[in-house]
């Protein structure tokens, strides 16, 4: 069934629900009546679920569902600031010195909505029942706690119960908006659907089914000898430089298993800073392990401070909050997020607005977030057409995508496209000025690739054992680490875009065969491996000669 179809078929049973309820009150309902608070209304960029062929409605959703939800609020001057990062860029393109990025006070004052508005934002919210609001320090979004009722009374919008492969959840069925007084102000609200969320993007090789590729050359690496194996030999550590880790839930086991894997490679102890509220979740031990220990791996054994900054769920609210967080800090001028979902649905829901102003002032701040291209080949939104993964889509961070890597020890030999590395035309974000590798109107996806085979991938320890991982959330972190480096010897590069596609073609390892059900690896440029990976040495060479 088409999307189309599904979607009238969804307003149809929608409107069953509705006139069934009107004839007899159903209790808790939410078709139940809440009193307006604006006469006049004004639209925001939520939208209402954007239905696939596995989500199914099944009623209308309780008024006391809980819901937490950001409200992500305008940029003041967002044209100067757009100015502001296309200059860095074409200074960057061109190789020319830099003016330095801004600082978080620097946004704060020049970008941010100013304190009243926020403020007014705020009470807003409060009237319509909402509670535990805050004001985030840099202004930029407004979060806070509430159930179904405060949502439709707030945001002139209704909701249903919807089920996804099994999964029992809620969404908006309607068009989000605000008081015209707001239109101003607020740009989108995210955490209004649960249907639709990030996922983490590792596959472990016991669970790959695919041991006829395990050969001589392709084999399992301990994370220490990605550094010899990509040409890190002879560049400097990242040592000076500190890393962030977009996280989620109980992170006690990820430190411990940090410990014992720098113990075990006798390098010294990682200092960490864990920010945010977390949760009891520990569902996501590999992912987070996978992350930490392969950056450090890949940084020479050296980082001046690992932050994980941790979320309270994978909800598009939560790592929304969590984004701002790290922003917000502008203390890890690198930033691993191994997580995405379908470009289409965080179109839908808003998050695309709200992450997207986030990660445009972390590049204006000199920030890189290293984003993992997806596992799901060119298909991330499963409908059998060509969609990449969020965030790797935005045009202000760096998508990574996924080889098969081919060794001789520690030393490099060859690479091929790993059928799971996420890469296509974005559907809706612009290409960036320093994509220069590509013509066209929309983004593409990715813009480097490394090893992300779980046959070829990392050896890391979880829960105290070790334990063997791939996905492009090997890939990503192993880009941060590389970019660290970088950073730890010209601190003054700031956001990698553009230095990235300025780079000469032979400071990559161009990656000419496989695909990923959608497009195949070519010479130079593909939507499968990007420009290739990095050799670092020479890329290390070039930069810094800029």
């Known amino acids: ?25 159903m209790p808790g309902a939410a078709f139940a009546a809440t009193a307006s608070l604006a006469s006049t209304w004004a639209p925001t960029q939520t939208h209402a679920l954007a239905m696939h062929t596995q989500d199914k409605v099944t009623g209308l959703t309780a008024i006391d569902q809980p819901l937490h939800i950001a409200v ?19 200074l960057a393109a061109t190789g020319a010195q830099l003016a330095a990025p801004m600082t978080a006070q620097q946004v704060l004052e020049r970008y941010a909505p100013t304190a009243d508005r926020a403020q007014a ?77 990030m996922h983490t993007m590792n596959v472990r090789a016991d669970a790959a089914a695919k041991p006829a590729l395990k050969t001589q050359s392709v084999t399992g690496h301990n994370p220490t000898t990605f550094s010899a194996i990509y040409g890190g030999s002879g560049v400097p550590t990242a040592s000076t430089v500190t890393v962030g880790i977009i996280a989620e839930g109980k992170l006690t086991q990820t430190i411990a298993d940090l ?45 001046a401070k690992m932050i994980f900054y941790d979320a309270s769920s994978l909800s598009n609210s939560a790592l929304t909050s969590i984004i701002n967080t790290a922003v917000s800090a502008n203390a890890a001028k690198v930033v691993n997020v191994s997580l995405g ?45 060509v969609t990449p993964s969020y965030p790797a889509s935005s045009p202000y961070v760096i998508a990574v995508g996924g080889t098969t890597l081919n060794t001789s020890g520690s030393t490099y030999t060859s690479e091929t496209a790993w059928s799971g590395s996420g890469g296509s035309p974005s559907t809706v974000e612009l290409r960036p000025s320093w994509q220069t590798a590509v013509t ?42 590389s970019w660290a480096r970088l950073l730890a010897g010209h601190s003054t590069l ?39 990976s990095f050799n670092l040495g020479t890329v290390n060479g070039n930069i810094s000669s800029y």
């Not at 590049?363 to 596992?375: P, R, V, Y």
């Not at 996806?445 to 063997?468: E, H």
Request: hydrophobic content about 35%; proline content about 3%.
């Open 1 to 25: 069934m088409s999307k189309t179809s599904n979607w009238a078929g969804f307003l149809m049973t929608r409107n069953v629900l509705a006139a069934a309820c009107a004839m007899a009150v």
């Open 259 to 303: 410990k014992t894997f720098t113990s075990k490679n006798g390098l010294s102890t990682v200092t960490t800073q864990i920010v945010g509220p977390g949760s009891s979740d520990t569902s996501g031990i590999g992912e987070w392990n996978l992350d930490s220990q392969d950056i450090i791996g890949m940084a020479g054994g050296k980082v």
């Open 440 to 481: 066209g109107k929309y983004r593409v996806v990715p813009d480097v690739a490394f090893d992300a085979d779980p046959n070829s991938g990392a050896i890391i320890i979880v829960n105290g054992s070790n334990a063997q991982y791939g996905g492009t959330s090997l890939a990503a972190p192993l880009f941060t680490a």
């Open 494 to 532: 700031g956001f990698a875009g553009p230095h990235i596609y300025k780079l000469p073609a032979g400071d990559y390892h161009d990656v000419t065969s496989g695909n990923n059900g959608g497009y195949s690896a070519s010479s130079g440029y593909d939507y499968v491996t990007g420009r290739g």
């Open 121 to 197: 934002v705020a009470d807003y919210l409060a009237k319509a029942g909402f509670s535990n609001v805050q004001i985030e320090p840099n202004r930029l979004l407004v979060t806070a706690d509430g159930n179904v009722e405060a949502a439709q009374r707030a945001f002139n919008t209704t909701f249903v119960n919807v089920t996804r492969n099994g999964r029992s959840a809620y969404a908006n069925d309607k068009d989000v908006a605000i008081p015209a007084s707001l239109q101003d102000d607020v740009l989108s609200v995210v955490g209004l659907q649960d249907v639709h969320q």
């Open 341 to 385: 979902e379908c470009e289409t649905d965080t179109m839908q829901d808003g998050s695309m607005a709200a992450d997207d102003q986030l990660f445009q002032t972390a590049e204006a701040q000199g920030q890189t977030f290293s984003i993992s291209s997806g596992d799901d080949g060119a298909d991330e939104c499963g409908d059998g057409g």
């Open 72 to 90: 992500a609020l305008k940029l003041r001057d967002r044209d100067q600031l757009d100015a502001f990062v296309a200059a860095r860029r074409q």
